[in-house]
């Protein structure tokens, strides 16, 4: 056998024999197994591995502990409570009358109904002087099924609507209106104020700017001082909540990175710890376990027979029948040795190369099997020059012989 691999294996035993605890990596337990069918008695350290290495369990809960706080952390950022907004100014329910009656806009308008239209308003500007407002929406409905074309008509109703506190209908007139002639004042006008009425200030305000750029009045410069301030609240409240919906969400992303970079770490770490455990457990970088490797972890060439090296092979490794005491085998162990003792330092045979490579001679081998079968037969090889020495070493090496 190589000697550097020779000092390869020393070296682990000694490393085995000053630190147990190597012996119980899991990729080590056919090793062990050897060591025990061979009637080595291992300390308890050999069975367990040690605990400097944080279970992969204790690291699991720290996980799930650190996401659940991070969640609860989340739930309070979530909740933002928008204050109200102080706000000045009347308004009023909402009418939930039916609607009102429209035109038809597919009737062909001719001078006669224009002419009926105009009688017809002119009886509702009247009855408005004198605060007939339900007769006055009566006149003026005439007058929109007479000439449905009109945007005036239907300015002039929704801003009788709005005398009669009804902004809904209002502003289905107005928005008529709007269809007709989308640069009817009257219409912005009209709406404007029955939005205003609603509470519905940036609406209200957006109608009656467009309104007073088309036709200003009084009127609308009056209504525009109470709408406008409501109007500048509301939107500085909204922009104030957007700013702070952005930064919950800036939030959520920024611990989202850091959860996954936390992840990644800990899955770094941990992955540190098990190659870091391996290598304390498999000193000098000894690559598939042994220099070489026992049969089936890895190598060593010529290997236990039975398990694709050295023929005949030693008992309990699948070769040489009859085996060691305390191995299954070889019952009362080499004659004049009184028995292989149970407590074997296996090492001083495979620390001997001469003894390792007189293994791979067939005839020595065969020897060796022979004697295993039956301890009687050693008398006929001890004058055999070649096998005799190989079975007194082996003795004295064991201890079961003269040193």
């Not at 406008?228 to 104030?240: L, S, T, V």
């Not at 028995?339 to 081998?365: Q, V, Y």
Request: hydrophobic share 30%.
């Amino acid at each position: 056998m190589d000697a550097s691999k020779l000092n390869q294996l020393k070296h682990f035993i000694e490393q085995c024999k000053s630190n147990p605890s190597l012996l119980a990596d899991p990729s080590l337990s056919f090793f062990r197994d050897y060591l025990q069918s061979l009637g080595a008695k291992l300390p308890e350290s050999a069975y367990s591995e040690s605990t400097g290495v944080e279970r992969d369990e204790d690291i699991e809960d720290l996980t799930e502990e650190h996401e659940k706080v991070e969640e609860e952390e989340e739930e309070e950022d979530d909740v933002i409570i928008e204050s109200d907004v102080e706000l000045e100014g009347e308004t009023c329910e909402p009418d939930d009358d039916p609607p009102q009656k429209m035109g038809d806009p597919s009737v062909e308008v001719t001078e006669e109904n224009r002419d009926a239209s105009q009688m017809a308003k002119i009886k509702a500007m009247d009855a408005i002087s004198e605060g007939k407002l339900e007769e006055a929406i009566e006149n003026l409905t005439e007058a929109i099924s007479l000439n449905p074309t009109s945007a005036i008509m239907y300015g002039t109703r929704a801003s009788v609507y709005i005398k009669m506190k009804k902004p809904n209908a209002a502003i289905r007139d107005a928005n008529a209106a709007l269809e007709i002639n989308p640069d009817s004042a009257k219409g912005y006008k009209s709406r404007g104020i029955a939005r205003a009425m609603l509470g519905q200030w940036e609406e209200a305000a957006k109608d009656l700017h467009v309104a007073s750029k088309l036709d200003y009045d009084e009127e609308i410069n009056a209504v525009l001082k109470k709408v406008e301030p409501n109007a500048h609240k509301i939107e500085e409240h909204r922009r104030k909540y957007e700013r702070l919906h952005k930064e919950r969400e800036d939030k959520k992303k920024e611990r989202e990175r850091q959860r996954r970079r936390a992840e990644a770490q800990a899955a770094y770490e941990k992955a540190k710890k098990q190659e870091q455990s391996s290598s304390s457990r498999n000193p000098g970088g000894m690559p598939g376990g042994f220099p070489g490797g026992f049969p089936g972890a890895g190598g060593m060439p010529g290997g236990f027979p039975g398990a694709g090296g050295m023929p005949g092979g030693f008992p309990g490794a699948g070769g040489m029948p009859g085996g060691f005491p305390g191995a299954g085998g070889m019952p009362g162990g080499f004659p004049g040795a009184g028995g292989m003792p149970g407590n074997i330092d296996f090492s001083k045979i495979l620390s001997d190369p001469e003894l390792m490579a007189s293994f791979g001679d067939p005839e020595i081998m065969a020897a060796l099997q022979d004697v295993m079968k039956n301890p009687a037969n050693f008398a006929k090889h001890q004058s055999n020059p070649k096998v005799a020495p190989v079975i007194a070493k082996m003795m004295t090496k064991l201890g079961g012989g003269p040193k």
